[in-house]
């Protein structure tokens, strides 16, 4: 199983980054995937997560300026982030969930840094 994110980098206050996972060697359209962030000095932590049938929830300080979206035909799960602020910074890492076996997969994350 792979889990390729991509997309992060070096953004000012207010800009947007978009946040792509490619996914191999799970059957990507009966996976939960997820967007999970882990700042340094911090626990890992959820900030959203779309179901294999595309139902979406979003933590509270996600909400209104982050979204998840997913292309099955792609086998990738996207995060659109926008109006970023410092403290967004962090590792964004994907994670694929299939609810029939209990897996639950990780990828590398993708560093995003909010700094002017």
């Known amino acids: 199983v792979q889990l390729q994110a991509s997309g992060g980098g070096l953004v000012q206050p207010g800009g947007s980054l978009r946040l792509s996972c490619a996914a191999s060697g799970i059957i990507f359209r009966l996976n939960d995937m997820g967007w999970y962030r882990q700042a340094p000095g911090k626990q890992r932590e959820l900030v959203a997560r779309?179901?294999?049938?595309?139902?979406?929830n979003y933590v509270d300080f996600a909400k209104g300026r982050f979204t998840i979206s997913r292309d099955n035909a792609k086998n990738t799960v996207y995060l659109q982030m926008n109006s970023l602020k410092p403290e967004d910074t962090g590792v964004y890492y994907c994670?694929?969930?299939?609810?029939?076996?209990?897996?639950?997969?990780w990828g590398q994350g993708t560093q995003v840094t909010v700094s002017s």
């Open positions: 994670n694929a969930a299939d609810r029939s076996t209990g897996g639950s997969y």
């Open positions: 779309i179901t294999s049938s595309g139902s979406t």
